[in-house]
């Protein structure tokens, strides 16, 4: 055991501290990996899977939640209670308040005050309106606050403070209703079972009692459900954090074949000494392992920190996209630990085979002699170019397979296969390179370049690698940026199509996914009346529940949606004011695999009533999925007339500042927001950038750990060119000159990588945009060029890679060549 | 039976197409006890002859056996086994590995065969060595008849049979030199280990019982 510890603190400890610097950047390059996973692991988790949907706040555990397409109408409740069963059902109202109308938008609850016997607060007296809030925010009772539920903003006063750790306001019933505009109308009804009841079984018993547009169903279902649509979110997020792992993969594999070609001499003589080969194989997977493990171990540290910003990133996006939700709190689990060092363990680990395998394999006698590991790499470097032909070949063919249970998993592997191949066409990438350019860029950039790029030539399995790795994260940034990118042009085209009013209205209080608060149709009538108004658009929106997700269920004047290619506009319209028809969007039809023809089951007005639908549109708006019924088949079968959002338009001609004052006075008092055509637009491309921050922070660290791995190996390279480096200055090489050297060889890196990861940046972006995001989220996205994002990135990395050549080349030109030579 | 036996043996790099034929026909063999000389010009094949010795390469005719075992018939594993157990190793660049203590560099092949001994017997050697007050040095705070002196003892290190030493003092003055040649006699004078030495110095023939001459890959 004394004999084993002793090896390993020789040839394995002592090594790596020798070289404090490269090894803290090998460390620090696996803590960042393994730290991002980490992050978007917890955050994820924190934002999206811990949560619970926020309208189920306050519910019960294991009981039944009765819900309907527009609300419970409340003689339900009479009528359950007549049943004879013994059950407990508890009336609920689930809308959203905003405090004076700012902020967050905080579930307000309505519940049985006198039935809700498990609530504890502290005792009030008698107030006007009153609430009941959580400690957390802040309120004293006796206190007055303004809230805004949809479009009314009223005064209440808090009662007392509730003891429940959910961001919630809760209200009697009775008011509730009076507030939210749902008098004779319930949300849901909880059901409270016995005590060892069978959920099924009760449900079972409860549908045959009541109509069938009636849903039950367990407690918590919504949350599963949101869940359930956010996995293919949460997939994607993951996936893409998985990047700045395998470039960490790279520069293990980096770190290790310096290793084994630095010390090659020394295996030779260990290997005559008599250590076998698995004895030499075990030792560089065993200096894998070491960084590894303190690099997790960083790496868990640095996650739980970097999971505070990445929850706010992803938490803005859910808001948007998906569901009210409030973050939960940030645990670092065992499991996430577990498997974020495990990830970081095999990867690295598995990375490090191959370069260990080679200085086990290699014959004693050869290892002692010089150059011949460049001779390997460039006899592999014909080899491979037929491994990359195969794999970039596989890789086309998985990208067109369809998805599996809507994952995208053929596409990933596409891309793991595009970027594998891309990665063993390098060497042959490089050779061509050097081979062409050599003239040029001695003409150019004069003899120093020149020995630059012979160096790298020289050591082309190392630059193979290096190249490999930052353009793995060039592409990454390129990819998604023309993803990004593409994505927010198809927006904005899908906007001048779709917002051609000229005002907008809409509650205050801010907007999510599935709140639909509304206002009174009173507002758009009054509107309608004002001179210079042509035209009032009204839109009325549920959320519902379709298949077991989450969609939203609208009516509406609908004349600016624009319909999947080779449909009939003219014809849709005509037919969706005759019948039971809808159209449905894009994401909807694409997550319910339903177009033009299909027939889908609404539960409305006490049946499954079906409905055919007649066509499919654009939306970006949420990935939750629309239906969209005209106004007048909605109000028959919800004949609530208050709108969610209303669009005006005007004459031509018309004085766009007397129709603002016009509508300013109808809805002046009421908590509504006007919004301008143009400062619409531009507040949904701010949301829109919010939405995608998460994932320029994730390139942002990916490309920091392929720059730190390229501070690393020049670092290398120059500590064993060091011989090379002093007698050009024995020669009369300036130090001023060592350093170009160095520099060159960085910028020829950067200059590499860029031009490899543009070209696999474009292709990943091709599948990201027509494979991965459409079985994903069903989104068309048109193909778009962000050029200025593109120059900015590409600049940005190829400076980034120029300035970690600075610390090498500091290194190589403080070295002392009288010293050096007579060390060697 | 001789310790070392070499019957026949060729050794051929290169490819099928333009072989180079480094050593022809060879045959010699090295008595237990016994301190034979191998001379001859500079890429006459005396390393790669040491190397087939050494159980470090394979012979690509005939064979080579080391106390009885034909090295061609053995396995990796037992290749190494018995480098590890039968034959040190001289180079004539000393192979120190620069990041250990002299210490610490004698040690190395006791702590690979998990000697629980390690550390007693390394510092035995060193003082065999003459070199006992110099353990915690590191090879380049050492002359290079010391670091040479550092190499002999790591070859000692494990009770070899046999210590293959190749131009043990090229690298080296001619006192530092004569100094590293009376050190390999005393191996096999005072531990009966033999030594089969590459040399080119007419001080190293003379401290050989046997000198073998090599030429173009052959024996003269």
Known sequence: MKSRWLLFERLILLPLLREPVRTSLTVFAVALGVGVVVAIDLAGQAATGSFHSSLESLAGRGGLTITATGGVDEW????????????????????????????????????????????????????????????????????????????????????????????VIVADIGMA?????????????????????????????????????????PEGSRSVANRKMLTAFRSNLQVLSYI?????????????????VRRRNEIGVLRALGATRAFIGGGFLTEALVVAMIGSAFGLAIGRLMAVGAVRLIGTTVNALYVSSQPGGIELTFTTAAVGVALGLSVSVLAALAPAAEAARVAPVEAMARGREEFVAAQRSSRTRWWAVLLLATSAVLSQLPPVKRQPLFAYCAVLLLIAGTALAIPSVVSQFVRF????????????????????????????????????????????????????????????????????????????????????????????????????????AYAISYEGLPATLAGGDTRSIRFLPRENRASIFAQLETGDTCVVSEPFANKHNVGPGSKILLPLAGVNRPFRVVGVYYDYSTERGFVLLSRRMLLKYLPDPAVSSIAVYLNSGADATAVHEGIARIIGGRGILLSPNARLRRGALEVFD???????????????????????????????????????????????????????????????ANGIGLMLGILLSLILIFVINKQSFGWTIQFHWPVAMLLAALTGVYVATVLAGLFPARTAVRMNPIEVIHEA | MALLEVRNAGKVYGTQSSPVTALADVSLSVAAGEFVALVGRSGCGKSTLLNLCGAMDFPSSGEV??????????????????????????????????????????????????????????????????????????????????????????????????????????????????????????????????????????????VADRVISLRDGKIE
Do not use: C
């Open chain 2, 65 to 206: 056996s080391i106390d009885g075992q034909v090295t061609n018939k053995l396995s990796d594993t037992a290749l190494t086994r018995l480098r590890r157990e039968k034959i040190g190793f001289v180079f004539q660049s000393f192979q120190l590995l620069h990041t250990l203590t002299a210490l610490a560099n004698v040690e190395l092949p006791l702590l690979i065969a998990r000697r629980a001994d390690a550390r007693r017997v390394a510092e035995e050697r060193l003082g065999w060595v003459e070199m006992a007050g110099y353990g915690d040095r590191f090879p380049h705070q050492l002359s290079g008849g010391q670091q040479q002196r550092i190499a002999i003892a790591r070859a000692l290190a494990q009770d070899p049979r046999l210590v293959l030493a190749d131009e043990p003092t090229g690298n080296l003055d001619t006192a530092t030199a004569n100094t590293i040649l009376r050190l390999l006699r005393r191996i096999v004078d005072e531990l009966a280990v033999s030594v089969l030495l590459a040399t080119h110095s007419r001080e190293g023939l003379a």
């Open chain 1, 244 to 260: 700045a792992l395998i470039v960490g993969a790279f520069l293990i594999y980096n770190s290790i074949s310096v290793s084994v």
């Open chain 1, 177 to 217: 209703q009076r507030v939210t505009g749902k008098v004779g109308k319930l949300d849901s009804i909880e059901v409270r079972l016995p005590a060892d009841a069978s959920t099924d079984w009760w449900r079972e018993t409860l549908e045959r009692d009541l109509p069938v547009s009636i849903r039950i169903a």
């Open chain 1, 76 to 167: 339900l409740l009479g009528k359950l209670a007549r049943l004879p069963y013994p059950l407990e059902f508890s009336p609920r109202i689930e809308d959203f308040a905003s405090l004076d109308g700012k902020g967050e938008a905080l579930p307000f609850i309505g519940l049985d005050w006198v039935g809700s016997g498990r609530m504890r607060w502290q005792a009030g007296g008698a107030f006007a309106n009153p609430i009941l809030v959580v400690r957390s925010l802040h309120l004293e009772p006796g206190q007055h606050v303004r809230l805004l539920i949809n479009d009314a903003l009223r005064e209440y006063t808090v009662a007392g403070i509730l003891d429940s750790e959910e961001n």
């Open chain 1, 690 to 752: 919010r939405t995608f921050r998460i994932t320029y922070a994730l390139e942002a660290v990916a490309i920091a750990v392929a720059v730190m791995g390229i501070a690393g190996a020049l670092l290398a390279m120059v500590i064993d060119r060091r011989r090379e480096l002093a007698l050009i200055r024995f020669l009369g090489g300036a130090q001023s000159q060592v350093r170009r050297i160095i520099l060159f060889e960085a910028g020829l890196l950067g200059l590499l």
């Open chain 1, 437 to 540: 350019s050599a003239p040029a860029i001695e003409k150019l950039l004069g003899a120093e370049a020149l020995l630059a790029l012979g160096s790298l030539r020289a050591g082309l399995g190392r630059t193979s690698i290096l190249t490999a790795a930052l353009s793995t994260a060039v592409a990454m940034t390129v990819s998604v940026g023309i993803m990004v990118g593409s994505f927010r042009e198809t927006v904005a085209v899908w906007m001048d199509n779709q917002l051609q009013a000229d005002f907008y209205l809409r509650p205050a209080g801010p907007a999510g996914a599935d709140r639909h608060p509304t206002m009174s149709a009173d507002v758009a009538n009054r509107i309608e009346r004002l001179p210079g108004v042509r035209a009032v658009d009204r839109l009325r």
